[in-house]
């Protein structure tokens, strides 16, 4: 029914493949095409939710609740259409299927293999995608081209070419090559041997995408046309986009690959539509001001751990035509040495997602200094239980206020795990997790964003404000905004007297798109500029 794309990498990992893919998704929704996007990981973890964002980055909540890979996140932010848990998948949860199959005797006595009981759960979770109004489902293979891990997801791909036709089947390889200073110029040795590497399993492929640090120029394409099999209008340059990564699919378009993947289907469709996509770029590339937003993480110096985040930030900058600098905090730091002088240098506190109690106490004090300082704030998540134990220590008078994940015997368990959550035995996929309703109070800065009372938003986590210290919260000035719609999660808190001053229970940065900025991002970057040229600025120098 669907034709597909399968996107393969080679040479080394971190090309980009995910950027690049969810470019590939953009370009042909602009042809008019409707698409489903899948990711295949050859890790053995069963989903990516357990994993340390130091080895994995960040983990992506798709509304139906699966944990998953990050590239989902750029599938979303660039196609702006949603995923959902058969947009991924990993080695280890096709092994998990297979051999729970094979526990319940559905291979009848078969000897289970690779090929072809691996390969073929790995089609059947690749053909599920196909539907008659879905014209191409574009499938990424993580991983490099010659790991042992990948090598089950490439015989499988293999064969689908083979099953459903070459003329329904295209094969997108991206490549580097490295730049020899010593020589002067770009090498495609690499490119060359991964490509053979690619014909020694049986896929020819039919695009290549470079990826570069210089431009490749005529006669190094020449080369890889004629090295690697592809046609020599098909070798597709990329270059680092100096300026943001939204420009990926107009550089993809300006060498003709939406019309290469569309004659390679034999399928005819009207010009690419991208004048809002134009737009949207231009004012990331060309912004009228920049703000900068201190962020107190965990993780910061790892850009993958929070990478929607970082995205939703400037989608909120691109709505007001402004850059957004974002300044790394580091929450051991605030708490080892409480230096508050890197505060005042940004427009607005991030306090982001996270677990446990390392670095705690830093943004805690963090956000008691947005809150005393009036400086615009933004809490997600651990952020808002940051907002909520802060507020009850400085404001409601209960001292060594805490969360029970952060001290078990605080005094004033003022967060604490979700009833539901008291059972749970296994650590992996057993969070409160993907997309819950919401009721805003009118009259707030939470209705003032979305414009309306009932919202939807994507959760990962266990804890919650503990709805015994509610009253006493209330009482001193803390605005319950949002609640669950039977009224017994808090999942939004805000301060009246304060500019900007906002947490959530749940993550917005999963839903922000490159042309659908979050309104909480957009309104809260608005009042980090304010701040910027607002009396404060002038006041701090
Ligand atoms: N650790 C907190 C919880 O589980 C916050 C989780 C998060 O920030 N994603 O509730």
Not at 146 to 168: P, V
Not at 320 to 325: D, K, P, Q, T
Not at 426 to 431: A, D, I, Q
């Amino acid at each position: 029914m669907s034709q597909y794309i399968f996107i393969t990498g080679g040479v080394v990992s971190s090309l980009g493949k995910g950027i690049t893919a969810a470019s590939i998704g953009r370009l042909l929704i602009a042809r008019g095409l409707s698409l489903r996007m899948l990711k295949m990981d050859p890790y053995l973890n069963v989903d990516p939710g357990t994993m340390s964002p130091y080895q994995h980055g960040e983990v992506y909540v798709t509304d139906d609740g699966a944990e998953t890979d990050l590239d989902l996140g750029h599938y979303e932010r660039f196609t702006g259409q949603p995923t959902s848990k058969h947009s991924s998948i990993s080695s280890g949860r096709i092994y998990w299927n297979v051999l729970q199959k094979e526990r319940r005797g559905d291979y009848l006595g078969n000897t289970i293999q690779m090929i072809p009981h691996i390969t073929d759960e790995i089609k059947s979770h690749i053909r599920a995608l196909s539907a008659p109004d879905v014209d191409v489902v574009v499938v990424e293979i993580g991983g490099t081209v010659g790991d042992i891990e990948g090598l089950t997801f490439l015989e499988a791909i293999r064969q689908i070419g083979l099953e459903d036709g070459r003329e329904n089947v295209m094969y997108i390889h991206m490549t580097y090559l490295p730049y020899i200073r010593a020589a002067g110029e770009l090498k495609t040795k690499p490119s060359q041997q991964s490509v053979a590497k690619l014909r020694e399993i049986g896929i020819i492929p039919d695009a290549l995408i470079c990826r570069s640090e210089r431009p490749i120029g005529e006669d190094m394409r020449k080369k890889l046309s004629l090295f690697c099999t592809v046609p020599l209008h098909a070798v597709i340059e990329e270059q680092d986009v100096a300026r943001t990564i939204y420009e990926v699919p107009l550089v993809l378009s300006r060498q003709g690959l939406d019309e290469i993947v569309l004659r390679h289907f034999h399928a005819a469709h009207p010009p690419a539509v991208l004048n809002a996509w134009e737009e949207m770029v231009s004012s990331l590339a060309r912004p009228e001001g920049t703000v900068r937003i201190g962020i107190v993480g965990k993780y910061s110096e790892l850009p993958d751990a929070y990478k929607s985040l970082h995205e939703a930030l400037r989608h909120g900058g691109a709505a007001h035509r402004h850059a957004v600098e974002l300044v790394p905090l580091s929450a051991e730091e605030l708490e080892d040495h409480g230096t508050l002088d890197a505060l005042s240098t940004v427009d607005g506190l991030l306090v982001p997602g996270g677990f446990g109690k390392r670095g705690t106490e830093g943004k805690i004090t963090a956000i008691r200094y947005a809150r005393e300082n009036q400086l615009p704030f933004f809490g997600i998540c651990l952020g808002l239980q940051c907002a909520v134990i802060e507020f009850a220590r400085h404001v409601a008078g209960m001292a060594d206020a805490n969360s029970t994940e952060i001290e078990p015997d605080t005094p004033f368990p003022v967060v604490a795990l979700m009833a539901e959550q008291e059972q749970v035995v296994n650590l992996g996929g057993s969070m409160r997790l993907g997309a819950w309703p919401c009721t805003l109070k009118a009259n707030t800065q939470a209705f003032q964003a979305y414009g309306r009372t009932e919202i939807s938003e994507r959760h990962r986590h266990r804890y919650e404000v503990n709805n015994r210290y509610r009253p006493m919260l209330e009482e001193k000035g803390l605005l319950l905004s949002g609640l669950s719609p039977d009224g017994q999660l808090v999942e939004m808190v805000e301060l009246a007297d304060h500019p900007w001053f906002v947490a959530v229970q749940f993550h917005p940065e999963f839903k922000s798109q490159a042309l659908a900025p979050h309104p909480l991002f957009r309104d809260f970057i608005g009042a980090a500029i304010a701040r910027r040229s607002g009396p404060h600025s002038l006041r701090m120098g």
